[in-house]
């Protein structure tokens, strides 16, 4: 996979990956922010990626995800849905519907806004 791939894939599945592991986000992150990561870091980078995606929801990860996504869409938010959106994050670690609804709620918000580099991620696919 090349590093233009990579990076492509990152885009699509960061939010997914943060929920489920957030230190491998940011080791991700770090080496596809390198200049030209190697065909062995590439390597490692793309299994790093499947070992990520194939785990359970982090509760700090799935916090974290949903908080930097709310954090993009808040501003254009209308009132009602903020403060759906502000319950069910207050929520999250109570109940385990509430990321559920949350990523419904973001997928409508982000639909919306017109933000396909959120409809299109992995994140909101699973809603």
Known sequence: MSLSQLKERFRR????????DPKA?????AWLNES???????KE???????????????????LAA???????KEAAPEAHARQAEELLANLAAD?????????????????Q?????LGSSYLSEA
């Open 13 to 20: 599945d960061a939010l997914a990956i943060l929920e489920r």
């Open 25 to 29: 986000y940011a080791q991700l992150e």
């Open 36 to 42: 030209g990561p190697g065909k062995v870091k590439a």
């Open 45 to 63: 980078i793309a299994r790093m990626m499947d070992q990520a995606l194939a785990g359970r929801a982090d509760p700090e990860g799935r916090r």
């Open 67 to 73: 908080q930097r996504v709310w954090a993009e869409l």
């Open 96 to 112: 385990p519907w509430a990321i559920v609804y949350l990523k419904r709620l973001f997928k409508v918000l982000a639909r919306r």
């Open 114 to 118: 017109n933000r396909p580099e959120l």
